[in-house]
């Protein structure tokens, strides 16, 4: 399916990107569903109000993921339509990956200072995707 190792590697990262964000729905369910009166199928959103702490954590470590999941895929197709180096992206996009996974771990153990930390290297791996093809 794929022409190449790099295309595994960065498409690879997208979906497993995908998966974290997927895997956070977990405990954010389980947070809801501990709520006041349990899971709100009728006005989910508004249940946001009685969740506890760390289930804002859990929303917020879920919302933000697919908030960078997003820049974060068109960085990957930005750096392909203009033929950057696909060395540096396979890089950049394993790094982002695993910045993900910590941050989510961060936020929900609310490990403040190290999540924005490991934010800004994510941020970063993502901005490099949309500057390589000026600079190769």
């Not at 540096?88 to 989510?104: H, L, P, Q």
Request: hydrophobic residues 55%; charged residues 10%.
């Amino acid at each position: 399916m794929f022409s190449s190792e790099h295309d595994k590697i960065q498409f690879g990262c997208l979906f497993a990107t995908f998966l974290v964000w997927t895997l956070t729905i977990i405990p954010l369910y389980v947070s809801r569903r501990a709520a006041d009166g349990g899971f709100n199928h009728h006005t989910p959103r508004m249940q946001y109000n009685s969740l506890t702490a760390s289930g804002l954590r859990i929303l917020g470590a879920h919302v933000n993921t697919m908030e960078a999941f997003t820049l974060f895929a068109v960085g990957v197709f930005v750096n392909r339509a203009g033929a950057g180096s696909v060395v540096v992206a396979d890089a950049v996009s394993i790094v982002f990956v695993v910045s993900r996974v910590i941050y989510v771990l961060t936020y929900m153990l609310n490990l403040y200072l190290i999540r924005t930390v490991i934010w800004f290297i994510g941020f970063v791996a993502t901005f490099t995707l949309y500057v390589l093809p000026f600079c190769t």
